[in-house]
């Protein structure tokens, strides 16, 4: 028996942008999205001095960025190369943003943190991120149980690869524009609460996931936050079975496909990181040096809420 949890996420708040039959507050909202929005990842960047206590303007501008397109990308000035000191400073980070209910994750290390490296060692074995293959986009957690969806992530550049590693990033808000645009019905479709399964498994511990049915677009209960859970994976995964379901897919694919102006690329270098409201994603595939102990890494954190953008500190 499939999982299924989610209610029926009709939007009847009427000052809701999300909300499919208010197309006045659509429009509001989706011109003061666009207007003047950052279409170089250049725009994104914020400079900080310290990892653990960022300043409050620092710390605003990060807010402002955050607030436009759901992700802002730091780098900062003098990053310690001792891990314990990485791990601890992007704890007191995270927590600036209000970002404290970590996802227990199989893999993860001390304080939740993911270390994202090529490495053959038992329980990452095998799971693409832990290679140095490409991925295909996807949003954090799309196979999650109902409940358990990731909010938000971030992600830190510890050390670079050689070549590659490149990551694109796309807002959710701005993949709802496009197809709502295109088709309203397209949303709709989307929005149903059996959109998207991603079929049963068997993890590599012996522990069994059941099937994650789930809408792609979900909104908050105040109509004002959207959500996306979604991947470009072509097996292990069924659509609800509509013709309109079908055209939406293929006009996400599309977009994806190098069609949407407003992707967003960057290559981390050491010290430079995300945090942004679970936006999809993708990475390049990347060669590592020869020696063994110096590939690239990156530390990933994911949280079950939503990065808060009022408040400013924790
Ligand atoms: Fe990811």
Same mark, same amino acid.
């Given at each position: 028996?499939?999982?299924?949890?989610?209610?029926?996420?009709?939007?009847?708040?009427?000052?809701?942008?999300?909300?499919?039959?208010?197309?006045?507050?659509?429009?509001?909202?989706?011109?003061?999205?666009?207007?003047? @929005? +950052?279409?170089?990842?250049?725009?994104?960047?914020?400079?900080?001095?310290?990892? /653990?206590?960022?300043?409050?303007?620092?710390?605003?501008?990060?807010?402002?960025?955050?607030?436009?397109?759901?992700? $802002?990308?730091?780098?900062?000035?003098?990053?310690?190369?001792?891990?314990?000191?990485?791990?601890?400073?992007?704890?007191?980070?995270?927590?600036?943003?209000?970002?404290?209910?970590?996802?227990?994750?199989?893999?993860?290390?001390?304080?939740?943190?993911?270390?994202?490296?090529?490495?053959?060692?038992?329980?990452?074995?095998?799971?693409?991120?832990?290679?140095?293959?490409?991925?295909?986009?996807?949003? &954090?957690?799309? @196979?999650?149980?109902?409940?358990?969806?990731?909010?938000?992530?971030?992600?830190?550049?510890?050390?670079?690869?050689?070549?590659?590693?490149?990551?694109?990033?796309?807002? +959710?808000?701005?993949?709802?524009?496009?197809?709502?645009?295109? %088709? +309203?019905? @397209?949303?709709?479709?989307?929005?149903?609460?059996?959109?998207?399964?991603?079929?049963?498994?068997?993890?590599?511990?012996?522990?069994?996931?059941? &099937?994650? $049915? /789930?809408?792609?677009?979900?909104?908050?209960? &105040?109509?004002?936050?959207?959500?996306?859970?979604?991947?470009?994976?072509?097996?292990?995964?069924?659509?609800?079975?509509?013709?309109?379901? %079908?055209?939406?897919?293929?006009? $996400?694919?599309?977009?994806?496909?190098?069609?949407?102006?407003?992707?967003?690329?960057?290559?981390?270098?050491?010290?430079?990181?995300?945090? %942004?409201?679970? $936006?999809?994603?993708?990475?390049?595939?990347?060669?590592?040096?020869?020696?063994?102990?110096?590939?690239?890494?990156?530390?990933?954190?994911?949280?079950?809420?939503?990065?808060?953008?009022?408040?400013?500190?924790?």
């Amino acid at each position: 028996m499939p999982l299924i949890t989610e209610k029926s996420n009709i939007i009847e708040s009427l000052t809701s942008p999300f909300n499919l039959a208010r197309d006045e507050a659509y429009q509001v909202w989706r011109k003061e999205k666009l207007d003047n @929005y +950052p279409d170089d990842s250049a725009k994104l960047v914020v400079e900080i001095s310290d990892l /653990g206590n960022i300043s409050d303007e620092e710390s605003n501008s990060m807010r402002a960025i955050l607030a436009k397109t759901n992700m $802002v990308i730091y780098t900062c000035r003098n990053v310690s190369d001792d891990p314990a000191s990485i791990r601890k400073g992007l704890t007191a980070l995270s927590a600036r943003f209000g970002l404290n209910a970590n996802e227990a994750h199989r893999s993860a290390g001390e304080e939740n943190i993911v270390a994202l490296e090529v490495t053959n060692l038992d329980g990452k074995r095998g799971y693409i991120p832990y290679t140095n293959k490409p991925l295909n986009w996807h949003t &954090d957690g799309y @196979y999650n149980a109902s409940g358990q969806e990731i909010g938000a992530f971030l992600l830190h550049c510890a050390r670079n690869a050689l070549a590659g590693g490149q990551n694109q990033l796309l807002d +959710p808000e701005i993949a709802y524009i496009r197809l709502r645009d295109e %088709n +309203p019905a @397209y949303i709709e479709a989307l929005s149903h609460p059996e959109a998207m399964t991603i079929p049963f498994n068997r993890e590599k511990d012996g522990s069994i996931r059941l &099937d994650s $049915v /789930g809408p792609v677009f979900k909104v908050s209960d &105040d109509g004002m936050n959207l959500s996306m859970r979604y991947t470009a994976r072509t097996r292990s995964i069924s659509w609800r079975d509509t013709p309109k379901t %079908n055209e939406a897919v293929a006009f $996400v694919r599309h977009l994806l496909d190098g069609n949407e102006p407003l992707v967003q690329t960057i290559t981390m270098r050491p010290g430079q990181g995300m945090i %942004n409201n679970n $936006v999809l994603h993708n990475r390049t595939g990347f060669e590592n040096s020869a020696t063994d102990n110096n590939g690239r890494l990156l530390y990933r954190i994911r949280f079950h809420q939503r990065v808060n953008i009022q408040a400013n500190s924790f």
